[in-house]
């Protein structure tokens, strides 16, 4: 007779630490970044379980006050952001935190002991969707501090283009909870066993697709995009009997971590594109802690990504906040909306 303890045993049975400490002591993972991501894996775990437990917890709603983007705080924002400063004070793996809910970097106190990583979260993203029970997740960045460990960390050893992260990775609380990490030597993704409370390998060398007939964009801002995004996303609309040739599905959860996975696991492309409403910002996403590292996860699966009309992790930040259109996903998908905008 099959029992329900017969199901989902296809997994490889590696656990990321497993995983981890094969790879630990090598340039690619230095000890310190090995605990490091521990630390981040262990403070997913208990944002995992405080949003498993939503109503019952008292977590849900909002917290009554805004961020440094002004964007209104949900209790469960402020709770993930406390979990994972938390995690990483005390470890002595990091020199500073920078996070989308804080309006400064917050080093480490002197009390603890001083690693040389810095550490860009943005602690739960999607939020707007934790009442009505869609996914959502947490992403995160490591950079390595270039300037030397007696050296007082400031904003500027933040301010790294996305090539220099090592490593990145978003953790998606949804029907699975599941951690997807890259070392720069492809993307794996591990699944949370909460039977031994280890994430699980379930997939490694992930690859997107090169060509789509999914794209993921807010419609409901069409009137505001700039020409090369509309004229991509009509020809997709005209379906077969287009210039393309083929129909198109579109999607939008309206959480980037969820939007990324599914083009992580089936192929797509994803928009944020500037629009005219606010014509003095580049785009709506944050450079620092959700477009370089979901940027170099697309890559590292053999995707593409660009702000329309350069590759992502080749921008030179200016400020700890700083926004970025983003158009990400499978390769072919994204160098045709790219080369819609350097044409214009």
């Known amino acids: 007779m099959t029992t329900s303890a017969d199901f989902g045993k296809t997994h490889s049975g590696i656990t990321l630490s497993r995983y981890l400490k094969e790879r630990s002591g090598s340039a690619q993972l230095p000890a310190p ?22 109503a019952l917890a008292g977590v849900l709603g909002s917290a009554g006050s805004e961020n440094v983007q002004g964007e ?16 990483h004070e005390w470890g002595g793996h990091l020199a500073a935190m920078g996070s989308e809910e804080m309006d400064n970097i917050l080093p480490i106190p002197k009390h603890y002991p001083q690693g040389n990583y810095l550490l860009m979260f943005d602690p739960l993203d999607g939020s707007s969707n934790i009442e009505v029970n869609v996914s959502i997740g947490t ?46 030597q492809g993307v794996a993704m591990f699944t949370l ?35 090369p995004v ?12 287009g210039i393309r040739g083929k129909d198109f599905n579109m999607r939008w959860i309206a959480s980037m971590v969820a939007d990324v996975h599914r083009i992580l696991m089936r192929g797509g492309i994803f928009m944020y594109p500037w629009d005219k409403r606010e014509p003095g910002k580049p785009g709506k996403l944050r450079l620092m802690y959700e477009a370089n590292p979901m940027s170099w996860l697309v890559e590292q699966a053999g995707g593409a990504a660009t702000n329309g009309k350069q590759r992502i992790l080749d921008i030179q930040p200016a400020h700890l906040h700083e926004r970025v259109s983003v158009i990400l ?16």
Request: with cysteine; net charge negative.
């Open 33 to 54: 970044l090995l605990h490091l991501l521990a630390e981040v894996a262990h403070a997913c775990k208990r944002i995992s379980h405080a949003v498993n437990q939503g």
């Open 72 to 87: 209104v705080q949900k209790t469960l924002d402020i709770l993930a952001n406390d979990i994972l400063i938390q995690a």
């Open 139 to 184: 992403i995160f960045s490591v950079l390595q501090k270039t300037t030397s460990a007696s050296t007082e960390v400031s904003v500027e050893d933040f301010l790294q283009a996305g090539s220099k992260q090592v490593a990145a990775g978003y953790c998606v609380y949804g029907p699975q909870t599941t951690l997807v990490l890259t070392l720069g």
């Open 193 to 227: 066993d909460r039977d031994q409370g280890e994430f699980v390998l379930t997939q490694d060398q992930v690859q997107i697709p090169a060509d789509t007939k999914e794209f993921a964009i807010n419609m409901s801002n069409m009137r505001h995009w700039d020409a």
């Open 230 to 241: 509309k004229r991509y996303v009509d020809e997709c609309l005209q379906g077969k009997e």
């Open 329 to 344: 996903g499978s390769k072919n998908e994204v160098e045709r909306v790219t080369t819609y905008h350097t044409k214009a």
